[in-house]
């Protein structure tokens, strides 16, 4: 069960990384609704890709709280039309955790290791967190190592 969300984490990330260089190369899709009968265009995106899909932006935000074991409001308040708010500073630590992953995975594992396969991040949220707000900092009584 953790190798599978472990993988869907990571096929999330990635998708977001894609979406941002789709973003950088001035492509991508608008998917953001604002037509009759659709969600109003996303709002406040500091981080992630303006343009990225409503679908995509709800898949990251699942593997969020996936990864960290939280739910929606650990970040947001109000309604769903209302996410956009700034209103906790949780929201703003997320988006440090998301440039801080993102600048690993782009910056300074570019050069370390084995690569990642193509559309694969080597550093996600859960990598750290692994169901848990807050990461273990050390390893556990014992060593760890058996």
């Known amino acids: 069960m953790r190798g599978i969300l472990g993988a869907g984490l990571v096929f999330v990330c990635a998708l977001v990384m894609a979406s941002t260089q789709v973003a950088a190369q001035g492509q991508g ?6 037509g009759r009968g659709q969600a109003a265009p996303l709002q406040n995106l500091q981080v992630l890709p303006k343009d990225i899909a409503r679908q995509d932006l709800t898949r990251l935000m699942r593997s969020f709280t996936a990864a960290l074991g939280v739910d929606c409001a650990h970040c947001h308040t109000g309604t769903n039309q ?24 782009n910056d300074l594992l570019k050069d370390v290791g084995t690569p990642a396969e193509d559309g694969a991040l080597q550093v996600t949220c859960f990598t750290c967190h692994r169901g848990t707000l807050k990461p273990l900092t050390a390893p556990p009584a014992g060593g760890g190592v058996h």
């Open 82 to 105: 209302e996410r956009f708010k700034d209103d906790l500073p949780t929201k703003a630590v997320a988006r440090k955790m998301l440039q801080m992953s993102m600048a690993i995975n």
């Open 29 to 34: 899709q608008d998917g953001r609704g604002g």
